[in-house]
């Protein structure tokens, strides 16, 4: 056969239905990372986090190549390659097979979870830098920041700086 009769490939209802379940793991894959991250977080572990950031980093890459893969499935099998998740069924018509559904809908889910797992992760590491710059002024001397301003409510630094001034009231 010819490369080029090898290289066309028919999309099937039951590609898109794997697409979508590769998906779905990708998503449970980067789940597991962003909860081994808030261990590691926990632990203080730099090398853990260190880890789990390339972890992560790896599995967008390769979640990237795979919804490339979906769209343009999506593409052959509806005529666009911009389909919602949600529209699926209406935009393939016949192909929507129930695997089809089913994996999309088990997408959809794993995507839910990867996004709360993210907004957790985030709130995380964002009290933990805050923890962490709240010690390091406390190791170096040096207290909470005081702010002040002046006459023109433009904020000021430097000596006799703590307190707030309000000279139109």
């Not at 991250?37 to 950031?53: F, K, L, N, S």
């Amino acid at each position: 056969m010819s490369a080029v009769l090898q290289s066309r490939h028919a999309a099937t209802p039951a590609d898109l239905a794997d697409a979508l379940h590769t998906e779905a793991r990708l998503l449970d894959k980067l789940v597991q990372v962003l909860l081994r991250q808030r261990d590691a977080i926990a632990a203080a572990d730099v090398e853990g986090i260190d880890e789990c950031v390339h972890s992560a980093h790896r599995v967008l890459l390769t979640l990237s190549e795979a919804q490339r893969h979906r769209r343009a499935l999506f593409g052959t099998l509806a005529g666009t390659e911009d389909v919602p998740l949600r529209s699926l069924d209406q935009a393939l018509g016949e192909a929507a097979t129930t695997a089809v559904v089913a994996a999309r809908d088990r997408l959809l889910d794993a995507a839910a979870v990867a996004g709360r797992e993210v907004a957790v992760n985030r709130h995380v590491v964002e009290e933990a830098m805050a923890a962490g710059d709240a010690h390091l002024r406390l190791l170096g001397g040096v207290g909470a920041r005081r702010l002040a301003y002046d006459a023109r409510a433009n904020e000021v630094e430097g000596k006799n700086s703590g307190a707030l001034i309000n000279r139109h009231a």
